[in-house]
């Protein structure tokens, strides 16, 4: 039996949020690891550290993968024939 498909428009949605989610990590890992404007400093030597990583990883994950998501919708095809070719 195989497995039942997705519809192409919530595969279209969830790939461009998770892709919009990895970027804003890799940003926020950025600015961690470059230390910008001694962020990375002031992150690692709190005491509460994981909560830190957890609200800038929750807030870039939620801000990137609405705004990859916003963006990849605003630039789909009007109609129905050059959708089902994305």
Known sequence: MAAPRIPKLIRFVVVNS???ILIGWLVA????????????ELVWHSRQWMVA???????FGVTFG???????????????DR????
């Open 29 to 40: 890992a950025g600015l961690i690891w470059f230390n910008v404007g001694g962020f990375g």
């Open 18 to 20: 998770v892709t919009g």
């Open 83 to 86: 959708f089902d070719r994305v």
């Open 66 to 80: 609405f705004a990859f998501l916003a963006t990849a919708l605003m630039l789909l095809p009007g109609d129905k």
């Open 53 to 59: 990583l957890f609200i800038l990883g929750m807030s």
